[in-house]
Structures are given as C-alpha cells and as structure tokens.
C-alpha cells in the first residue's frame, strides 16, 4: 500500500485543492516583518522576470476519509501566502472592482462551502491562533476590525496582513486602475502555477515526521528542537495526541522564560541531569540513541513536561514552585542566576527536583559561592568543570548523592580554595557595576549580620549608589598619590569601591578623599563608615582595604 505522494504543486493550487490545518499543538505563527518582506520579494522579484519559483517542500498529513491535510512542515508559507491572497481580494473589495476575481479567491481560495460549517477556512491554524487568524481574514470585516490579539503570534499575524495590503497596493498603483484587477489575477495566476513546491503528502503520522526529518537530515533548516519532536512524535504513533499534548505543556512552561529559543537548551541540561554528559550539537542525536520506541517516547516527553515547570522555576524565584521555600532559599536563588553559570543550569535542575528543601538551601548558597569563587579566579569555561557538574546532576538523579556534603565531595576537585580565592579577592578589578554592587551588598550583610532586609538586599541604585572613593576620571587636583598608570589600575579595584545611601550622598563632593572623608564616616553602611578610619587614599590603602575585604569574603562566600 502506498503511503505517501509526492506533488509539483503551485502554493495557491494547494489551497484550491484542498483543505488544510495546522496541528493543535503546532508551534504557532513565528515569521517576523523582515521573513515576510523578502517572501513577497523574492515573488514579486520572479514574477516581473517571468520565471518560476520554488519555495521548498511542505510536508502534510492527508485524512484518509476527509482528505484535509494536517500541515507538518510549511505553515510559515502556507499561512503568508494566505495573507497575500486575502490582501487581494480585500484590495478588489475595497475598490469595488474584479468582482469575479475576488468571489473566485472567497469560494476557491480561502473559503469553501460546507454543508454542516456553512463557509469553512481553507487553512485553520493551531489552537493558539486560529480564532484570530479567522477574525483577521474573514471578508465581512466588524467594527472592532482589525481584531486586537493576546498573543505575539497574533501581533506577527496582523503585521504580516498588512505587509500584503500594502505589496498589493503598490502593485496595483504601479499599472493604470483599469488594469488593476488583470494584474492581480495575473498574480494569482502566477502563485498557482510557478511558485512552486513539493507537497509530500503521508497517510499516517509517522510517516510524516519521518519524512520531515529525513528531508531535514538533507540539509533544510530547522532547529535541533524541530527534529527531536518530530522524532517522538513518529515514534509515538497511536499515541501522537498524547505526545502533542505534552510537547505542547513543555513549550508554555518555557514561554515564561522568555528566550527566542530555550527549548534546546532545556533538551540538553535535561538530557545532562538525567541521562549523562551531551554537548550542544548533540542533542537530537542522545535522544535518538536512547528512546526508540513508542513506550519509551510517551515516558520521556511526560518526564520533559514535569521537568519543564521546575527547570523554568530555576530562573524565577518569585514562581509559585518556591512557595514553602524558605525566604533564604529564594535570595540564594537570586544571587545564583545573577552568575548565570550555564554549565551549572544541569546540577540546578537537579537539586531542585531531588533535594530535601533544607538541603536544597545549603546546596544553593554552596553553588553560589562556588559561582563568585569561579568568576574572580578566571576558570568558568573550564571543560573539567563542566564534566564535574554532569556528573553531579546525574548522580543526584540517580539517587547516589542525596545532601549537601555528597554533593561538596562530588565537586572537590574544581572548587577554588580559601587561598586562591581570598588570593584573587584581593587583587580584583570590578568594571561591571551590577557585580561590583553584589559583591559590595553581600560584604555588608557579612559584616553587620543584623541589620534589617531593607539595609542589604536593597538592589535598587535610586537607594543605594555604588561609589569610586577614588573617582573614575582623574581630578587635577587632590589625588597626588595616583598618576595616570596607577589611576588606570586601582580605580576599578574593588578596594578603591564603597556603596553608600543616596540619602546620605547628598552634597559629597568629587574632591579629594579628604573631602569625602566625612560622608564616608557617617554612612549607616558598616563597610563604608571604616574609611572615616584613613587617614588618606593612595595604592597603598586600597590594597590594604582590599585585603580586609577578601578575608570578609571568605565569610560571605564559605567553601562549604
């Protein structure tokens, strides 16, 4: 039996000849201004030279008994060229004009008659999208037209309308009114019958994906994401619905992130935490080696969309995840992702989904002092310590590391010491002022341990200003210990730095240290009001200001 067809179709005929969907659980409508522009043309370009145009394969699923295909691969192209359809016969409309093109393009094109549905939508997008692709083509436009979207993809939908109406225009404008209508039709002429693709159509699901994949395997873009879902997808077979659906929970639990792309990114930590070591260009290859049929795909999918909801609570610590956490455990969090250390992400997925809450919050202030301890030392993109953190993860998800001294042991090997890391303390430079305010913040709740949340968490620079004792440009005057060499490599020194209240910066002057000496001494900040204790500034006082400072810093960043 025959299980799949291969056509040289125009786009537009496809739309004549059938019916067609996008999945429920489809990503939706992505194609920004810039995508849309250079489709039209690069048409529009092909029209006027009078040669055909390819625009790739579309790979489809055709209902056996309806004969509707479900789009697996092209809606991007399939949904923009029906856009441009419906700009013209919104423009034939408009201007009262071709009166049987545009009747043509409603009956033919993009609407059918249904005997149950009355007119039906040649092309229905996913769940997401499809109420409001259906408002923004419909030919009896309501008052509130264009339709007001919730979504982005509803945003993207609406730009990409009238990107149309407005190619369309300015081909009609570029011939004589009278010959506006042939012109159009000429245009749809040409888009059903030289702008041409491959329609692949299968008579199962499986098939389909395979052939999407195959097709990719071949060179057509896609991302590492595209593959793997259609991989388990394909896999899935009788049970493709419940794979959409959990594919479909694992992409709204990521949206909170944010990202253009985080599901590649969650694949291949998930995949670290759970399975073992991958590199980034390896992921749909692990996932192929490991799961290989039907039972296996459901489990895993399932297992990546619980996983998802912890992984994106990771990066928030206002998620409800950390509702019965203790407040502690949230700051740490904070702190934690400020580094943003992505060979940690892995052992952070996993301590939250396995670790005890106490545990947990030892563990997040361990990993967060190995973050800083990292940072000054100059060894995060070390190989080694990204081989030590999957090995972790993995264990802990194995069961073999359950508390936070198996988890110190694990790491021994790539932890910076007290020495090296009070050693590179005391000489470090600080040009980022976020981090300089971190390290400055988390110093003073050291050393006045307890002082009031408001005094040390406060992050916000309208309260707290970070300040140069020795000014970031060199004054003429008042600074004779520092000449431009020794200015250049102190003033970013995190001795030379001081947070102060911006209630009580009021009027200090950007003089000598002499003169800012007395707003120093005043300063309800423990670490600021000892420079009222110098008696001047020079190299020799910020090294040994920041001396002290690193031996604080072995508190404030314990290596257990």
Known sequence: MKT????????????????????????????????????????????????????????????????????????????????????IRDYLDKHEIGKEISTSLQNSYLFSSDRREGFKQKLSLNTDDRAYFKKLTSRNQEEDWPPKGSRTSHRLLKAAYFLAVKRVEAIAESVLGVDAPETLNNWIDYLERSAQVILLRAHDQARAFKMFETLNDRGLRTSQADLVKSYLFGLADRQV?????????????????????PQVSFLRHYLIAFSGFVRADGVYDAIQTRYKNEGTSISFLTSLAEASRTYTATFNPENEFWDSYSPVSRKLLTDFNFFD??????????????????????????????????????????????????????????????KHNELIAALKKIFVSDKDFEEAFASARVSKAALARYILRELEHTASPDKGEE???????????LE?????????????????????????????????????????????????????????????????????????????????????ALRAWPAE
């Not at 619905?241 to 792309?261: P, T």
């Not at 997040?364 to 972790?392: C, D, K, P, W, Y």
């Not at 005094?455 to 200003?465: A, F, G, H, L, S």
Request: with cysteine; aromatic share 10%; net charge negative.
């Open 341 to 402: 250390l992505k060979p940690m992400r892995p052992l952070l997925l996993a301590i939250s989904a396995k670790f005890r809450k106490k545990e947990f919050e030892k563990s997040i202030r361990f990993l967060t002092s190995l973050s800083l301890r990292l940072v000054l030392s100059a060894r995060t993109r070390s190989g080694v310590n990204e081989q030590a953190f999957a090995e972790a993860a993995l264990k802990i998800t194995r069961g073999e590391i359950s």
């Open 455 to 465: 005094e040390w968490v406060n992050t916000d620079p309208n309260q707290i200003t």
């Open 4 to 87: 799949f067809s291969f056509d040289d179709i125009g786009i537009a005929k496809i739309f004549a000849d059938f019916s067609l969907s996008i999945p429920p659980h489809q990503r939706d409508y992505a194609w920004t201004d810039e995508e849309v522009e250079q489709l039209f043309s690069d048409l529009e370009a092909a029209y006027r030279g009078n040669s055909e145009y390819f625009l790739g394969t579309i790979v489809a699923i055709e209902d056996k008994a309806t004969g509707e295909l479900s789009v697996v691969d092209g809606q991007q192209r399939m949904t923009t060229t029906y856009l441009l359809l419906t700009a």
């Open 241 to 261: 619905g419940v794979a959409q659906s959990k594919w479909s929970i694992m992409l709204e639990n990521l949206q909170e992130l944010g990202d253009d792309d």
């Open 468 to 552: 140069h004792i020795l000014p970031k440009a060199l004054p003429t005057t008042g600074w004779e210990s520092f000449d431009a060499d020794t200015h250049a490599e102190f003033k970013a020194r995190l001795g030379n730095l001081c947070l102060l209240r911006r209630s009580e910066n009021n009027g200090m002057p950007n003089g000598s240290f002499a003169a800012k000496k007395p707003f120093f001494k005043k300063s309800s900040l423990t670490t600021t009001a000892a420079l009222g204790e110098y008696e001047g500034w020079s190299p020799k006082e910020v090294d040994d200001r920041q001396k002290e400072m690193a031996t604080l």
